[in-house]
């Protein structure tokens, strides 16, 4: 009997079920999305994202974006991801900035070397002050990881209530992608004493840029 | 095993531990505390009730869910083992390290992993595991396991830490605890991005996707489970759950019970290789499901619910006994509450079980606990297993005496009056008596009534 044909069996005899069986329904999930003016959202945002330690800046177009941070990026060395909305930004055009990776190598290469990941989300969710990422052509996992800041950008009308309204537009989110990850707030440890400390293998510095038109 | 009463009592008697652990643990139940109050989850208990009923459910139709899981898994790609024992599962690993021409692999924090000795079994090969969670890493170096399901290095102080950097790593004495987090993490980098391998834990598994959800704050299980070209999680079998939606449940849950947040800072949900179109991600996926033990707990439908268990740590920081005797001392990884309830059941249970009584049954853990396991119900059901045995066995005469000349004294009332009688009069003797002068040197001793209800009611019919 293989180790798989085992297991599955001595489950069975615990539960005393048949193979095969199905199982009885289950209630509904409860999703619990509030319903709040969206317009709000983005307010709500910026408060939970800095009472994590991120730092945010609203701008009103996407013309507005690169004088908005080209302070953060004086004397530093950026990766950008491949999202189109960057592009529009004019991100990728700037001169410190490196972009348009497509081979996993000289990505991990770029970002264990450069000073900021730029990206953009693919959701934002107000109650947590969180990001939400899927990984995809334009979106790769190590730009909002390896370097010791991250600047995301994106537009207002990303961003949502919370997790269970990201759950009901994504119910199954392994359809789409390999990966999808929430960032809530910058890295952090407190396994010593109990002492916060940020950015001990993900960024320390976080950042959110939000555009209020597309 | 019988309780290490020397080491307990090394523990109670050392005031810098005792404050250790006081404090760490007082903080995680602050923290809590905040973010399930009424104000700030005013649904936490229908949440509760929520997240017992989907665990219950799912436990009940485990082979139905794993299967499902499976083959969605199969679907986005990855493989899925079956491991009977830590052993099967350490086995794959260098298996597939050989093949691989794999030399050292990362990992991220895994109890699973502890409770089969994974590290251990993969150095006997010459296949190095390095831990990447600060916590587990600095006590990787120090040779010990941890002492708190969430918080395993809970008990050194930022000087024990300095040592064993000095000590193992070469570098200076560094006490700052930002400058000791930065020489960890500028070693560990250099880990990650030479690592073939990773390896991750799960903290749940989705049925209806086919993916490993863990959820962390430091950003070590992000690189184990990127920046590799094989990522391998392994999780126990019952941490699956039906929905990718029941997270909204259970992630609600875990953050705010563990560490008092309500998410933690990073939530992977990954399924699978990376896909054709992505750039990045390990090209290889594996899930050990691990049984290890764990089909034996799901034939009693009362004591299954100790599969529920989603690791919060909650009921270690409530739990009187945690607090005190610490969580070294327990036999094994689990510590605390919980791993007084499972401990036993996974390790069987024996005369010599101590883990049951070494509580008072005061309820703080089932009351924080998110998947509402009735854990103090559950010790009194294993004490009364350990009673069993020791009845078969014979191996506690005295006990047994004791309570047959009991039973024999409630069921003859004149000799029940009579010693009832003779106890009141002797009763102010008991606090210096030989086993209960212990008892009574912590407690205020109940004084008896001057006249017995038995005198009170003859004396009042007599009125009559």
């Known amino acids: 009997m293989t180790a798989r044909e085992q297991i599955l069996d001595d489950v069975r005899k615990a539960l005393r079920r048949a193979a095969g069986l199905p199982s009885p329904e289950l209630p509904a999930p409860t999703l ?33 974006v690169v004088p908005a941070i080209a302070e953060l990026l004086v004397q530093k060395s950026a990766v950008a991801s491949n999202s189109p909305f960057l592009r529009k930004c004019g991100i990728t055009g700037l001169a410190q900035v490196h972009a348009g990776f497509t081979q996993r190598d000289d ?62 537009i994504l119910p199954r989110p392994a359809d789409q992608t390999s990966s999808m990850v929430l960032i809530t707030g910058p890295s952090r440890t407190a396994d010593i004493e109990q002492i916060l400390v940020r950015g001990v293998h993900g960024p320390g510095e976080i950042y959110a840029v939000i555009v209020d038109e597309e | ?113 502890e409770e089969i000795h994974f590290n251990e079994r993969l150095e006997e090969h010459q296949l190095e595991a390095v831990e990447t969670d600060l916590g587990e890493y600095i006590l990787q170096l120090a040779h010990q396991r941890p002492y708190h399901i969430v918080a395993p290095a809970l008990h050194l102080t930022r000087y024990d830490v300095a040592d064993v950097f000095t000590k193992e790593l070469g570098v200076p004495n560094e006490v700052a605890i930002e400058k000791q987090t930065k020489m960890a993490r500028s070693v560990l980098r250099q880990k990650f991005l030479e690592a073939e391998i990773g390896v991750s834990g799960a903290n749940f598994l989705i049925a209806d996707s086919g993916a490993v959800v863990v959820v962390e704050n430091e950003g070590n299980a992000r690189l184990t489970t990127s920046a590799p070209k094989i990522h391998i999680a392994i999780a126990g079998i019952e941490k699956v759950i039906p929905r990718a939606q029941d997270l909204a449940v259970f992630l609600n849950l875990l953050g705010r019970s563990a560490t008092g947040q309500p998410l933690t800072v990073y939530t992977s949900f990954l399924s699978g ?136 004294v409630a069921t003859h009332p ?25 008892w009574a040197s912590q407690r205020t001793v109940p004084e008896p009534a001057k006249q017995s209800f038995h005198a009170w009611w003859a004396s009042r019919t007599a009125r009559q």
């Open chain 1, 107 to 168: 990505l991990k290469e770029a970002c264990a070397a450069a000073d900021i990941g730029i990206t953009s989300v693919d959701y934002a969710l107000s109650a947590t002050g969180s990001f939400v990422l899927l990984s995809s052509p334009n979106e790769a996992r190590l730009v909002s990881l390896l370097p010791p800041a991250h600047i995301a950008i994106f537009p207002r009308s990303r961003i949502l209530a919370n997790l269970d309204e990201l759950l009901s």
């Open chain 2, 1 to 113: 095993m019988n309780a290490p009463e020397a080491d307990i009592q090394q523990a109670i008697d050392d005031p810098r531990l005792q404050l250790a652990i006081y404090t760490a643990t007082g903080r995680l139940m602050d923290h809590r505390a905040a973010v399930v109050s009424a104000d700030a989850l005013p649904d936490y208990q229908a949440l509760r009730d929520v997240a017992n009923t989907i665990k219950k459910h799912t436990i009940e139709n485990l082979d139905h869910y794993l299967e499902q899981l499976e083959s969605n898994l199969i679907a986005h790609g990855g493989r899925v083992v079956y491991c009977r024992t830590g052993q099967e599962a350490a086995d794959f690993v260098l298996d597939l390290a050989k093949k691989r021409g794999a030399h050292m692999l990362v990992k991220s924090k895994s109890m699973t992993s």
């Open chain 1, 32 to 64: 619990r999305i509030p319903l709040s003016d969206r317009n709000l959202y983005a307010d709500l945002f910026v408060q939970k994202f800095e009472n994590l330690g991120g730092k945010s800046f609203r701008v009103r177009n996407t013309s507005a």
């Open chain 2, 414 to 438: 004149k000799i029940y009056l009579l010693l009832a009688s003779l106890g009141s009069i002797f009763f102010p003797l008991v606090p210096h008596l030989g086993p209960l002068k212990k």
């Open chain 2, 273 to 408: 290789p990376r896909r054709e179109n992505e750039i990045d991600g390990p090209d290889e996926f594996y899930l050990l499901l691990l049984d290890n033990g764990r089909t034996k707990l799901l034939a009693d439908p009362e004591k299954r619910q100790s599969l529920y268990c989603i690791r919060c740590g909650a009921c270690l920081n409530h739990c009187p006994v945690y607090r005190k005797i610490g969580g070294h001392n327990y036999p094994w990884v689990y510590s605390g509450p919980i791993g007084a309830i499972i401990t036993p059941q996974f390790q069987g249970v024996h005369s010599d079980t101590w883990l049951p009584f070494a509580s008072s049954l005061c309820g703080a853990c089932a009351e924080v606990c998110p998947v509402k396991i009735e854990i103090p119900k559950l010790l009194l059901k294993l004490r009364a297993e350990v009673a069993e045995v020791k009845r078969k066995e014979d191996t506690d005469d005295i006990e047994r005496f004791a309570f047959q000349f009991f039973a024999w």
